[in-house]
Nanobody, 119 residues
């Protein structure tokens, strides 16, 4: 069974940086689109950034110019480089991937990693 495993969250001061990583724990044949979402307490989950298998990206307006999404297709790993972090970036960040394994193509979610930005 494929699971997405995130890492890199933590506590950082405003203005600081963090780098999140996400990789599948099981074997996958291929991964198409990948994305990062986040959910703050009392709010709906929202898209932060997405990237296609070809490297095309899109970002939420709130993170443009501060966050960079990237992927290493040789390792099936997704990254999110977060800079100039603000307290309003505090949330649980989730990895999302459209992946094909021996059982078919499905959308998978990670378990989430907490990012806390102090003022």
């Amino acid at each position: 069974q494929v699971q997405l495993v995130e890492s890199g969250g933590g506590l950082v001061q405003a203005g600081g940086s963090l780098r999140l990583s996400c990789a599948p724990s099981g074997f996958v044949h291929s991964i198409n689109a990948m994305a990062w979402y986040r959910q703050a307490p009392g709010k709906q989950r929202e898209l932060v950034a997405a990237i296609t298998s070809g490297g095309n990206t899109n970002y939420a307006d709130s993170v443009k110019g501060r966050f960079t999404i990237s992927r290493d297709n040789t390792k099936n790993t997704l990254y999110l480089q977060m800079s100039s972090l603000k307290p309003e970036d505090t949330a649980v960040y989730y990895c999302n991937a459209d992946a094909t394994s021996h059982i078919g193509t499905y959308v998978y979610w990670g378990q989430g990693t907490q990012v806390t930005v102090s003022s």
